[in-house]
Structures are given as structure tokens and as C-alpha cells.
């Protein structure tokens, strides 16, 4: 199964952009790259996913490097809201499977 | 309202007390899935089901029970609990199995098993 490698946490000031790293190098070629984020007491809620070409939503901009063995979640303007445990994972898995390994992801800290 | 649903939020059970988690979403999603959150150690999916009456592994199923009878509903099953299954867990859903899809959260359900 396809790992991804994130850091423990990361701190913003409020209104300034973020960017979250992600690394996995051993993406395959099928691979689709989800990004989900955990608020304090709540259930993770879905934010981005990416095949190969950058994307973008109302939540948050998804950059993919060109051999797709990193990504970069950016939030454009970070709010104290956006304070939360972010996921970087590859859904999937051997033989059809389709397994999601969360890890422990990022947890962002927002600062006034 | 799209939503994935789960009962009971918060449950505080006995040992070798068999116990139901309901999980329902009312989106028509194919696959569903539990996971359990414990400090440390992240989000660990327990089972799967990719639709009606196919269910499959995930990473830490040992002690749980999973049955697809219907494509809404995915109740988790502890036959018999023990105090190491205490943890935070959550249903998902998502409108198909391949990685194209999004999954979507149920609000979790805290589990004390004394």
C-alpha cells in the first residue's frame, strides 16, 4: 500500500497562506492524492483530491509535483478556523482492494 | 441534508456486552467504511464494504463484526468487547470504490468499554 510521509505540525499566522507538504514516493501511476482535515471533536471532513494537474476548490488549492512524488495543500488565507489535523492519502490498495491509511498528519496551528 | 449518520454518539459498556453501531447515509454511496481513532496512532479502518453484501478487511479487524444487508446501512459489531476496543470511531461513505471518490464522515461515536 502507498505511504505518504507529512509533518507532525506546522504553525501559521492567521490571514497569511499555509502550505502543507506531503511526500510519497511510492505513488502509482492510478494513484488519486485526497487531502482531509480533522476540526477539534468532529469527524475528518474532505478537502481536496488530485489526479496530476494542480486543483482548486473553495477550500483550498492542491499542487502536485510533476513526477507526482509530492503534493503541497495550500490554504490561500488561514483563519483560526482552518486550526485542525490535515491528512494527506492515497486510497487503494493490491488486488482491487480499496483501503485508506490515514498516518497521523499535520496538525496546524493557527496563531492570532 | 446529505449525511452520513451514527448511533449512538457516546457508549459506555462492560466487557463481553455485545454492542451495534448503526451507520446510515442517506447519499446512495457504494462503499462504507470504519475506522477507529486512538491518541498516537491516527485514523485505522477496520472494515470495508464495497456494496451490498461485499465486505472486506481493513488493517485492524480483529474483534469486530460487519454486515451490508442494505446499501445504506453499516453497522459495526463488537461481539464480545473488551477494554482495548475504547476508542473514537467513525463511518464513512463514498459514491463509489475507486480513489476518484471523496469519503464523507459520520460525527464518530466515543466507545468506553470497562
Known amino acids: 500500500d502507498a505511504k505518504t510521509t507529512q509533518p507532525n505540525s506546522m504553525e501559521s499566522n492567521e490571514e497569511e497562506p499555509v502550505h502543507l507538504p506531503c511526500n510519497h514516493s511510492t505513488i502509482s501511476g492510478t494513484d488519486y492524492i485526497h487531502w482531509y482535515r480533522q476540526l477539534p471533536s468532529q469527524g475528518p471532513e474532505y478537502v481536496i483530491h488530485g489526479l496530476t494537474s494542480n486543483v482548486n476548490n473553495r477550500m483550498a488549492s492542491l499542487a502536485i509535483a510533476e513526477d507526482r512524488k509530492s503534493s503541497t495543500l495550500i490554504l490561500h488565507r488561514a483563519t483560526l478556523r482552518d486550526a485542525a489535523v490535515y491528512y494527506c492519502?492515497?486510497?487503494?490498495?493490491?488486488?482491487?482492494?480499496?483501503?485508506?491509511?490515514f498516518g497521523t498528519g499535520t496538525r496546524l496551528k493557527v496563531l492570532a | 441534508e446529505a449525511q452520513v449518520t451514527q448511533n449512538p454518539r457516546y457508549l459506555i459498556t462492560v466487557t463481553g456486552k455485545k454492542l451495534t453501531v448503526t451507520c446510515s447515509q442517506n447519499m446512495n454511496h457504494e462503499y462504507m467504511s470504519w475506522y477507529r481513532q486512538d491518541p498516537g496512532l491516527g485514523l485505522r479502518q477496520i472494515y470495508y464494504s464495497m456494496n451490498v453484501e461485499v465486505t472486506d478487511k481493513g488493517d485492524v479487524p480483529e474483534g469486530y463484526k460487519v454486515s451490508r444487508k442494505e446499501k445504506r446501512n453499516f453497522p459495526l459489531i463488537l461481539e464480545s468487547p473488551s477494554p482495548n476496543q475504547t476508542s473514537l470511531y467513525f463511518c464513512?461513505?463514498?459514491?463509489?470504490?475507486?480513489?476518484?471518490?471523496?469519503?464523507?464522515f459520520g460525527p464518530g461515536t466515543r466507545l468506553t468499554v470497562t
Open positions: 492519502i492515497l486510497p487503494g490498495g493490491t488486488s482491487g482492494t480499496y483501503k485508506y491509511i
Open positions: 464513512a461513505s463514498s459514491l463509489g470504490q475507486g480513489s476518484v471518490y471523496e469519503q464523507y
